[in-house]
């Protein structure tokens, strides 16, 4: 891959195309939403395996579920905003409740949609998805753990929720073995000795620059790229619990039972640990672009490194 940033509905698009080449039982489908999802390269490639269903996200889950059902391996491509909305009980039922090995690819994710406002958002599918049984639960940081990922998942039985969004991804990683090694295991990006930073998707840029502020005011910061929400690598936060007096996460999503919350249990557990939770308050978001919208909510390098001095003040 090239070492310029991606899109990851583009590598998703190249890693499937790809699959399906090699497997005719792997199928796309989506709601109206293969130009926004970089899938037209693969519906010119691939036209009898992909399936648009229009603009009927809980018809795109259930009939997903049944051609899973049937033996093929289903990948559904969706706006997260709607796929973890209105769709929700037919996830449920459909496919943790009938564990159908059904891909669920929430494109858009987040605040992606920026100035389309709080219908278009999905600040609460972790929330969500996290809760539901058999359900594994992924956020890619970028290209690289992207195609690691999709290329796990076209071979994985088990039902998945992927949450993408809409920018050109910094690269993190310098290669897919490096990004991504199997659910529920966690990469730690940079080692500190003060604080541990922990994000997923987009925020793991924002945890790495964080930590540069933060090596310029003289503390040192681990940042740790969980990717697997759920399973969560709960060894790895067990023992950022004991080493370090403060925990910091740091999500494009609300602040109430997301990446933060799912710390918070562990540290729970073990106690000791301060945890500061960095996301979306509880309250619709405001409209603007998605970098603007971060700025405001103070979800970038400046004001997560201020608000790391306060902690470990």
């Known amino acids: ?103 669920l690819i929430g494109i858009s994710g987040g605040n992606s949609y920026s100035v389309l406002g709080s219908t278009h958002h999905s600040l609460q599918d972790l929330a969500i998805t996290r809760a539901l049984p058999n359900l594994e639960v992924y956020m890619p940081s970028d290209q690289y753990q992207t195609a690691a990922l999709f290329k796990y998942l076209a071979h994985s039985d088990k039902p998945a929720y992927v949450r993408i969004g809409k920018k050109v991804l910094d690269n993190v990683y310098p290669d897919e073995a490096a990004a991504f090694s199997q659910p529920g295991h966690a990469n730690i990006l940079k080692q500190g000795r003060d604080i541990a930073l922990i994000a997923a998707g987009e925020t793991v840029s924002v945890a790495l620059a964080a930590a540069e502020k933060l090596a310029g005011l003289g503390y040192s910061a681990t940042v740790v790229d969980l990717v697997s929400v759920k399973p969560l690598d709960t060894a790895l936060i067990d023992q950022l619990c004991a080493q370090y007096p403060a925990l910091m996460t740091i999500e494009e999503h609300s602040v109430i039972n997301g990446i933060g919350s799912a710390v918070a249990d562990r540290v729970a557990a073990n106690g000791g640990a301060r945890l500061k939770i960095i996301g979306f308050p509880d309250e619709p978001a405001i409209a603007g672009t998605q970098d603007e919208v971060f700025k405001y909510y103070g979800i970038d390098g400046d004001d997560i490194a201020a608000q790391a001095v306060l902690m470990l003040s």
Request: hydrophobic share 40%.
């Open 1 to 103: 891959m090239s070492n310029e940033g991606k899109k990851a509905g583009a590598v998703m698009c190249d890693v499937l195309t790809a699959e399906a080449k090699k497997d005719s039982d792997v199928l796309v489908l989506t709601s109206d939403s293969r130009g926004s999802g970089s899938l037209m390269p693969f519906a010119e490639a691939l036209p009898k395996q992909l399936v648009e269903v229009g603009i009927a996200e809980q018809d795109l889950v259930t009939i997903s579920a049944g051609l899973a059902h049937s033996g093929k391996r289903p990948f559904a491509v969706s706006p997260a905003s709607f796929l973890t909305m209105r769709s929700i009980e037919q996830v449920k039922v459909d496919v943790t409740y009938s564990n159908s090995n059904v891909k």
